[in-house]
Each structure stands twice: as structure tokens, then as C-alpha cells.
């Protein structure tokens, strides 16, 4: 089972920027599918950005041009830079991974992923 650990969350005003992290353990996870979602108060969980063990990646029309989903395997650390934030992307944030094979349509889709970080706080104000 692969923990996940997510920090870099925080307050910032609309037009800043955060990294976030999140932290994979205690197995390599360079095979895994990995993705960031987040959840705003009242509304489901959303895809954001995801990343394959090819690096190849998928963002949400939300997001592209925003945000930069990465990774770094040998840190086993999957890391989502936000740039230009806005006050609609203030939600909390979570790390996912999948083992398993996870076709593209399903990349930004949490019924795809089993494994999961408590999330950070994503705060932008106007």
C-alpha cells in the first residue's frame, strides 16, 4: 500500500503561486500512475492534473497553462506548481496514485485511483 503525503498548501492572493508536494512511501512508485484532484466546499472532487510513468501528462482546461504537474522518481515526489492563481482554485488538494494500468479518458477520473493523501489547503484570495 503506497502512503502519500502532501505539503505546500497555503494562503496566497489571486495572481501568486505554490508548489505543492506529495511525498510516496515506502515503495518506489516510478510504474505508477500519479495525479493531483481537489475538492472545493459543496462540490465534487475534480481532476487537475495527472502524470505517467512515461511523464507524459493531462491537465484540466481549468488549469492548463496554469498549472505544471512533474515528478521526480528518484524522490519518489510528485509536485504540481501553480502559477497565476485564481480564487476559484481555492480547494483542498490530493495526491493519488495507481498501480494499475489507467487509460487516458480516465486519467483525471478519482474512481481510477486506490491509494490517497489527507490533502492541503489551497487558499486564494481577490
Known amino acids: ?3 502519500l503525503v502532501e505539503s505546500g498548501g497555503g494562503s496566497v492572493q489571486a495572481g501568486g503561486s505554490l508548489r505543492l508536494s506529495c511525498v510516496a512511501s515506502p515503495y ?4 505508477y ?3 493531483w484532484f481537489r475538492q472545493a466546499p459543496g462540490k465534487e472532487r475534480e481532476g487537475v492534473a495527472a502524470i505517467r510513468s512515461d511523464y507524459a501528462t493531462t491537465y484540466a482546461s481549468s488549469v ?3 498549472f505544471t504537474i512533474s515528478r521526480d522518481n528518484a524522490k519518489n515526489t510528485l509536485y504540481l506548481q501553480m502559477n ?3 480564487p476559484e482554485d481555492t480547494a483542498m488538494y490530493y495526491c493519488a496514485a495507481e498501480g494499475r494500468y489507467v487509460p ?6 478519482h ?3 486506490n491509494n490517497w493523501g489527507q490533502g492541503t489547503q489551497v487558499t486564494v484570495s481577490s
Not at 28 to 31: I, K, R, V
Request: glycine fraction near 4%.
Open 64 to 66: 492548463k497553462g496554469r
Open 111 to 113: 474512481a481510477a485511483y
Open 28 to 31: 518506489s512508485y516510478s510504474n
Open 33 to 35: 500512475f500519479m495525479a
Open 84 to 86: 497565476s492563481l485564481k
Open 1 to 3: 500500500q503506497v502512503q
Open 104 to 109: 487516458r479518458p480516465s486519467l483525471l477520473l
